[in-house]
Every structure is written in C-alpha cells, then in structure tokens.
C-alpha cells in the first residue's frame, strides 16, 4: 500500500524559513521509500526576510506559502486545507522558519506559543495515532504539541534542550545520524543542521527519520 505523508513547510532559506537541504532530503527520501507527499505551508507572512548572503534583516515581506512553493515545485497547499484523514504521517522540516514562523520559540523560548493552524494539524494526526516526524529545530515545539513527557532531540546542546524541557518534554542526547523515537506519541525526532557539518551527515538522520515515520505508519 501507498502510504501519503504531509510534510509542512515554514518558508523557504535556513535563515528565515524552511531549511532547504533538510526538506528536499525529506521529499527524496519519501520518494525513495515508494510513498506520495504533499507539501502544505500556512498562507501568511513570515516573521521576517533575511539576506542569505550576509544574514542581514531586508525590509521587505514575504508569503510562507509563495516561498515555500520554491521547494515543492509549485505543488503546495495551505496548512488550512491539511485534513489527517488524507494522510497517513506528517513531516514537519526544520530551518529557523520553524521557530520563528510555525511557532515563536527563537524569541520566547520555553514561553513559546505554536500557530493555531499548524497546532490543530499536529494534534489531529497525534490524536489519531498517526506518527510525526520533526527535525532540527522543529523538535522546540514537542513540548506544546505532544504534553507532558514527550521525548524528543535536537542533538545535544544543552542551553536548547534545557529551554524546550521548560515546557515539559524529555529531552534525549542524539548523534546526528541517528532518530529519537517516542513510541507512546508515535514522535520521531532527528538533529539534523543542529548538529550536521555537511549534507551527507543531515541526509543520515533525515533519512532515518523518513524511514521510522513510514514504519510507524
């Protein structure tokens, strides 16, 4: 059987959106595995544009949604109209779009709060028992979406683990090419560009990650 994955994305850039090597090793690696996807993204601006070049601040905005559809070849849809019915898991990449627009963990910290929409979307596939995955940064927002005790990794930074802790998940010491899984929630978590000093080593993880979502679903 086919399985169809969600996978949501924040924007398009490491710096101010969804990390692009992580998403697009996401997509191969589904491929790979024999399953369909469909990309999704919320349909706003995000918190702010970044120059890619220099890592300053540009005074303009942009559309999650119009950026996001860079990486999905135009085949991208808002997170509004994600039903978990139609799905079978959902991958959520990392990037700092995923703490500075899904949520607002890189200005709050443990006092983040998640969007609404995205919030709704990961909380419908927990409730049916449906695996996630979430990598690099994404994991911040364990906490929120999955309750108490909910294992999770972003690698093994200590001051990041100790602030998404705050909110009342477990925090688990990952290599980067290697997965955290919470059985119980069905949450598959992976490092990622927390901890990976090149492609090959974020594509270990990520690959891995893909891998344990598919099984669990």
Same mark, same amino acid.
């Not at 560009?193 to 893909?210: K, Q, T």
């Given at each position: 059987?086919?399985?169809?994955?969600?996978? =949501? #994305? %924040?924007?398009?850039?490491?710096?101010?959106? %969804?990390? =692009?090597?992580?998403?697009?090793?996401?997509?191969?690696?589904?491929?790979?595995?024999?399953?369909?996807?469909?990309?999704?993204? &919320?349909?706003?601006?995000?918190?702010?544009?970044?120059?890619?070049?220099?890592?300053?601040?540009?005074?303009?905005?942009?559309?999650? #949604?119009?950026?996001?559809?860079? #990486?999905?070849?135009?085949?991208?849809? &808002?997170?509004?109209?994600?039903?978990?019915?139609?799905?079978?898991?959902? =991958?959520? &990449?990392?990037?700092?779009?995923?703490?500075?627009?899904?949520?607002?963990? /890189?200005?709050?910290?443990?006092?983040?709060? *998640?969007?609404?929409?995205? @919030?709704?979307?990961?909380?419908?596939?927990?409730?049916?028992?449906?695996?996630?995955?979430? @990598?690099? =940064?994404?994991?911040?927002?364990?906490?929120?979406?999955?309750? +108490?005790?909910? +294992?999770?990794?972003?690698?093994?930074? &200590?001051?990041?683990?100790?602030?998404?802790?705050?909110?009342?998940?477990?925090?688990?010491?990952?290599?980067?090419?290697?997965?955290? *899984?919470?059985?119980?929630?069905?949450?598959?978590?992976?490092? /990622?560009?927390?901890?990976?000093?090149?492609? %090959?080593?974020?594509? %270990?993880?990520?690959?891995?990650?893909?891998?344990?979502?598919?099984?669990?679903?």
């Amino acid at each position: 059987m086919t399985r169809n994955v969600a996978v =949501i #994305l %924040s924007g398009c850039g490491v710096y101010d959106g %969804s990390e =692009i090597y992580e998403s697009v090793l996401t997509l191969l690696r589904l491929d790979q595995n024999g399953a369909s996807y469909q990309c999704f993204a &919320p349909d706003d601006d995000q918190h702010h544009v970044v120059n890619h070049t220099n890592g300053e601040e540009l005074q303009e905005s942009r559309n999650m #949604l119009v950026e996001a559809a860079r #990486l999905a070849r135009g085949e991208i849809k &808002p997170v509004t109209e994600l039903s978990c019915d139609d799905f079978d898991a959902l =991958i959520l &990449p990392g990037g700092f779009g995923a703490a500075k627009n899904l949520c607002d963990f /890189a200005f709050k910290g443990s006092d983040l709060t *998640v969007r609404d929409d995205v @919030m709704k979307s990961v909380q419908a596939f927990h409730s049916a028992g449906k695996p996630v995955g979430l @990598m690099c =940064i994404a994991p911040a927002m364990a906490g929120k979406l999955f309750g +108490q005790g909910v +294992q999770f990794t972003i690698g093994d930074d &200590p001051d990041t683990a100790k602030a998404v802790e705050a909110t009342g998940a477990e925090h688990v010491n990952c290599p980067v090419h290697d997965v955290v *899984v919470d059985t119980k929630n069905k949450l598959v978590t992976t490092p /990622a560009y927390m901890l990976a000093g090149s492609i %090959s080593e974020a594509a %270990s993880g990520i690959s891995r990650l893909v891998d344990k979502v598919l099984e669990l679903s």
